[in-house]
């Protein structure tokens, strides 16, 4: 053990969190109890080192990113999250629909370019048939063949299984055959029957979502997951969010990345609410979430929601990802983040190296890297 783990075990046991780096240092998975503690303990950077320590063990100094595009097909949804700022009803001026040739004429001009991946998500659209989202995903490769198609959170996927009029396995071939290659991780919010009633009831529930995940996953699809933090949860919500997705993982193991979304309030139905996120909740997120998500290969810091210092910072708090460049992002600017619209691949790699990790870019299911030198 060298000087410096001496001192930090020090920091960490006079804490009070002892028992919790003795279970890290063993590799023995956290209690629902531990992650309260976690999230209560006064001591951040306590729970940053611990969390930290986890993150160097799974990557060492490596910090992942890519070079990705937002396409945000339709705004036009038929429920009204309260968190929301993003969503249209039809016939608002700023309602918007792409069609698909919309999507081939975005992504065209990069075909030669450095981007791997199309991020597609968006509202439920009350009238658009189970043959659109199949040609959205055709137009995007038809433009750019190499490009991964990560589309479609578990509430498009749900509503495409009840509006296909097909079998569950017939409408996952079509979509493969159609080029879908992973899915996000949206639309999970906060997995629990009281904030599902208070700020969600219209869209599917905590249990649907974690079906449906199921469903993508036994049918051969790497996907992500999410949770949106910083508006009506309490604490122990957090924890039972963090928990469930951790027994889906030990059942299915096709979670790539857990991303901790923070909550946007502007423009939202809980703007008054007088909540706006902070880097001290958003860094004790990304710690807890790593901590207790021990079979989560990576934790991400969204830039977009976090702002970029402070998901710089995040590395050190056990975060191995920083997401990708993020071009055109409308969500999360709907409700009033102040991050900039897209990060250059530069920018991106000044804030991995500037906080002395190591930018590894990365393909979108982790399958192939390259270590940027500067
Ligand atoms: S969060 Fe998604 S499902 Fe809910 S209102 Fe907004 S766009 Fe619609």
Not at 116 to 136: K, N, Q, T
Not at 175 to 192: D, H, I, K, Q, Y
Not at 342 to 349: G, Q
Request: net charge negative; glycine share 6%.
């Amino acid at each position: 053990m060298t000087p410096s783990q001496d001192l930090e075990n020090l920091l960490i046991d006079r804490a009070g969190l002892g028992a919790i780096r003795a279970k890290v240092d063993q590799g023995l998975r956290l209690s629902f109890e531990d992650g309260v503690l976690l999230y209560e303990h006064p001591n951040l950077m306590a729970v940053g080192a611990l969390a930290n320590r986890l993150r160097t063990r799974m990557h060492g100094k490596k910090t992942y990113f890519n070079i990705n595009l937002h396409l945000d097909y339709t705004n036009i949804c038929i429920y009204s999250c309260k968190f929301c700022a993003f969503a249209a009803k039809p016939g608002e001026d700023r309602a918007y629909l792409m069609s698909p040739e919309d999507i081939y004429e975005r992504i065209l001009p990069l075909r030669d370019s450095e981007v791997s991946e199309v991020h597609m998500v968006a509202g439920i659209h009350p009238e658009m048939g189970y043959e659109y989202y199949l040609d959205i995903i055709r137009a995007a490769k038809r433009a750019k063949p190499d490009i991964h198609v990560k589309a479609f959170t578990m509430v498009e996927i749900d509503h495409l299984l009840k509006i296909s009029g097909k079998s569950e396995d017939q409408v996952f071939e079509d979509l493969r055959e159609a080029g879908l290659g992973s899915c996000p991780g949206g639309g999970a919010e906060v997995l629990t029957t009281r904030i599902h009633k208070a700020v969600f009831r219209d869209k599917i529930s905590p249990e649907e979502w974690l079906a449906c995940a199921r469903k993508v996953q036994e049918h051969g699809f790497k996907m992500n997951a999410t949770m949106l933090y910083g508006h009506v949860e309490r604490v122990k919500e957090r924890v039972e969010h963090l928990v469930r997705l951790r027994e889906l993982q030990d059942e299915c193991g096709g979670f790539m990345t857990f991303i901790p979304l923070a909550f946007w309030p502007y423009n939202t139905a809980l703007e008054n609410y007088g909540k706006v996120t902070t880097g001290w909740n958003d860094l004790r997120q990304v710690a807890v979430s790593r901590l207790m998500l021990d079979n989560f290969p990576n934790i991400k810091a969204y830039w977009v929601m976090m702002t970029p210092k402070v998901a710089q910072t995040a590395q050190a708090f056990g975060a191995n990802d920083l997401d990708g460049t993020v071009t055109e992002e409308r969500i999360t600017h709907d409700a009033g983040t102040s991050a900039p619209m897209e990060l250059p691949k530069t920018e991106l790699v000044h804030l991995i190296q500037a906080a002395g990790f190591e930018p590894v870019l990365r393909d979108t299911t982790y399958q192939n890297f390259e270590t940027v030198k500067s």
